[in-house]
């Protein structure tokens, strides 16, 4: 079956087609918001180069280009070994048996980070949790401290200890682990934000503002607890509801783009 006259193209080449366009923009969301991209258009600029002298008969620029490309290849499986690890890894992850046990993945986060701010709000002491979608804020990740770390209640009581290197600035957490710690956020320039919120809730808001992201702070002067999601800050959340709101946001797209404050002491 043709579709074209002048092209032998039918259902086959189609449905050939749409699976390679689907798989190169499945690598795309895995590798976006990393170096790697850089790394790819690069290369695709390159292969493009290749091409155009070939047809224009520069057979030397041709065959320095051909070698640079064959070495090139070769060096990136090496260069870029740890981030092709990180993709196979992710690419299982997101097989139909992850997908099966994903909700008791979550369930297990949330009752560990739950348990976390229950013992630091009643100590008073202060946390700044970001749950960040898949790819996302990875240019905070790499300017923090880098973790590759199970989500549990006494590793988020020990970042957040006022007695320990990390306790300043905020925990990412992406796929159901903690991934880095001590990242520092954009603080909010919105001049509806009362003045009794202080940097840490201004940083919730800030990265909420443009980032598809659910935060999660904990007062260090009162112990109260808030979140924030698209520009909005909440304050003074019980424990129930803090699980309400953890359930209907983790892993889900958070809906509506109302921004509006509630007052608490300054933090």
Known sequence: MTFFGFLDFGVKELIETLLIAGILYYLYTLIRGTFA???????????????????????????ILMRITDVGILALVILFQPEIRKLLYRIGQNTTLDRFFKTNESNTLIEEVIAAVKNM????????????RSSSLQDLVD????LDAVVSSELLETIFNRETPLHDGAVVIRDDRIVAASCYLPISQNPNISSVFGTRHRAAVGISETNNVFVLIV???????SIAKNGSLTSGLTIQKLRKEMEENIGK????DTVSFSESKKD
């Open 253 to 256: 797209e958070p809906q509506g």
């Open 219 to 225: 007062s260090e002067e009162t112990g109260r607890i």
């Open 121 to 132: 709000s009643r100590v008073k002491t202060g946390a700044l949790i970001v749950f960040a």
């Open 37 to 63: 991209i850089s790394v790819f258009f690069g290369l695709i600029i390159i292969f493009f180069v290749n091409a155009l002298v070939s047809v224009l008969g520069l057979t030397t620029i041709n065959f």
């Open 143 to 146: 300017v923090g401290k880098k």
